[in-house]
């Protein structure tokens, strides 16, 4: 537990979230058997240049990739799943499930695109007139299904625990789907609809490029950006009327473009995702015609209008409201998808532009203490954070491409003495992340005659790296300090701001002890192994850790070169960098 308490370096905190500085114990590697889940992206020898991704334009998301409804051709209407269970509603004015396509005709979930839940057999049973219901996905045989294409885009579903038994819409009362024996009748008999056929299209004045939810999803809080016009699902707004002569902007799944806080909206805050609640905060009043482009003002605050961020680039700007002004970034056409309509390769970012985040400045100190945080750089603060953070994504990536894991939103927080610790990232992975540092540590730097510039430029490396690093789960085989503090520290040393508190080069091992002890055997890897770290970083791409990953990298296993710099003679006591 000693161990535990240590605090020994600039991340001090245990944190409940997925990344960021956790406290300091001895992390040693467990052993086991290797994955080769992920590894496709190592070079298999260390010639070996296969980790240099090259982008490609993503295609078009096409009905398959975007789910359907499903109506049934006895009563031409549509499922829909809700905590009530499965019933029934009209396909077009009702609020019929969107399903998310069928991996596998041969055996397939029906799982619904907005919660995740499955059409399931209840009790896991086949016999006649067993209801069929709603229940989370769980991957049993008692939610798969065999899709059976029978004509014109009309299926039938088979019971994988049974084939001879069939999804079937009852008229007889109980539930409307149960199971039976496998027929020709319309009751069993369920066409995939398009979700959106009428699809309309949200188009920017300022960049002509149409708003999207990132990813498509259905998931609240996700976030609206502008991508080249394709007609997808995750591009389909419309507007419906809502109350005092206001619209919502719905997207598919009932979900609205709005305000994170149902009732409340200020300059600057971020426009995302949400269920649509009828709040002020999801309606706007209207203005404008098709010649001029339209705005949207705020129902909640009539004097903030929705814009994509022109303090953004083109590529990573993001929906927000503001002053309303005539600025072409707050005017926006309508598209309509029709015969002539012709879909446009998306338009991918450059690493910069990959790399830059959307910063909002908190702070939480207001003394002598605060100041000197945000004043000692020269500049604004958010400026330097924003100058590191660009620093730090461009050591870990060369291409756009690898960069999957940097949040659209980091908030950047100074906070007093009594926050307690030095600093941490959350959040890291999500949309939205928080960098928080303590001014008590940089005055307490000061006061001990410390270089405070160098203590904060590393401070900022270090945890900014925690950013945009990938990341395996923080108790995967004990890889905390051994993995993901290490490669923190080497982005720091690699770019020449050492905390200058730092003991000398400490060989005594293990050599996962982590931090700047394993980032100095890293970076004297990096000088046989050219790009070690970098590769090191993106070998955890997919969220898998196991230590043979460094023999993958290098050709040679780690104890091996752990000894190798031990007996090093030129890896001396106060040198960060040796091997050369």
Request: hydrophobic share 35%; net charge negative.
């Amino acid at each position: 537990m000693q161990s535990l308490l240590k605090l020994v370096s600039t991340c001090v905190f245990v944190t409940i979230f997925l990344d960021g500085c956790h406290l300091r114990p001895s992390f040693a590697p467990q052993s086991g058997a290797e994955t080769s889940k992920g590894l496709g992206a190592y070079p298999a020898s260390p010639n070996n240049k296969s980790l240099d991704k090259k982008s490609s334009p993503a295609r078009p998301k096409t009905l398959a990739d975007e789910g359907f409804l499903l109506k049934s051709t006895a009563t031409s209407r549509c499922l829909q799943l809700n905590n009530d269970g499965v019933t029934d509603t009209d396909c077009g004015g009702g609020k019929p499930t969107r399903f998310l396509a069928l991996k596998n005709s041969q055996e397939t979930e029906l799982k619904t695109a907005k919660d995740g839940h499955c059409l399931d057999l209840s009790n896991s049973s086949t016999d006649d007139g067993n209801a069929i219901g709603r229940y989370g996905c769980n991957q049993t045989g008692a939610q798969k299904w065999k899709a059976e294409q029978l004509e014109n885009g009309i299926y039938r579903f088979h019971a994988v625990l049974d084939d001879k038994k069939c999804i079937k819409v009852s008229s007889s009362g109980g539930s409307l789907l149960q199971v039976a024996p496998c027929g020709n009748d319309n009751d069993q008999k369920f066409a995939m609809m398009d979700p959106a056929p009428n699809r309309t299209m949200i188009v920017n004045q300022k960049s002509q490029r149409c708003l999207e939810i990132e990813g498509g999803t259905s998931i609240p809080g996700e976030v609206i950006q502008q991508q080249a016009c394709n007609a997808s699902l995750a591009q389909h707004l419309a507007e419906k009327a809502a109350a005092n002569n206001h619209v919502e902007l719905r997207a598919t799944d009932d979900m609205c473009l709005g305000g994170e806080d149902g009732f409340m909206l200020r300059d600057d805050d971020p426009i995302v995702l949400a269920e649509c609640k009828d709040v002020p905060t999801q309606r706007w009043k209207v203005s404008g015609d098709d010649a001029s482009g339209y705005s949207y003002a705020s129902a909640a605050n009539s004097g903030l209008c929705l814009e994509m961020d022109s303090t953004m680039p083109d590529s990573r700007a993001l929906t927000r409201v503001t002053s309303c002004s005539s600025n072409p970034s707050q005017r926006f056409k309508k598209l309509l998808k029709d015969e002539n309509f012709v879909a446009k390769e998306p338009i991918l970012p450059t690493l910069e532009e990959r790399c830059t985040l959307k910063l909002r400045l908190v702070v939480e100190d207001h003394t002598e203490a605060g100041r000197l945080v945000t004043e000692t750089l020269g500049g604004t603060y958010l400026e330097q954070v924003q100058k590191y953070s660009m620093l730090v994504c461009k050591t870990l990536y060369r291409d756009q491409s690898e960069v999957w894991k940097a949040p659209r939103y980091l908030a950047a927080h100074v906070a007093p003495r009594s926050e307690g610790g030095v600093a941490y990232v959350a959040g890291a992975g999500y949309k939205k992340a928080k960098y928080l540092i303590n001014a008590g540590f940089i005055e307490d730097r000061k006061n001990q005659g410390v270089d405070v510039a160098l203590t904060l430029k590393g401070t900022i490396v270090h945890e900014l790296t925690h950013v945009y690093q990938n990341s395996p789960d923080i108790d995967q085989q004990n890889v905390g300090g051994g993995y993901i503090e290490a490669v923190a520290d080497a982005v720091r040393i690699k770019n020449n701001f050492p905390d200058p508190t730092w003991p000398g080069r400490d060989k005594s091992g293990p050599w996962y002890k982590g931090y700047e002890r394993t980032a100095e055997f890293y970076l004297y890897i990096e000088q046989s192994h050219p790009d070690f770290v970098r590769n090191l970083n993106l070998a955890i791409g997919e969220n898998v850790w196991n230590w043979s990953i460094i023999k993958r990298i290098t050709g040679t296993d780690v104890d091996t070169l752990w000894d190798r710099y031990v007996n090093d003679p030129s890896c001396a006591e106060n040198n960060l960098i040796c091997g050369q």
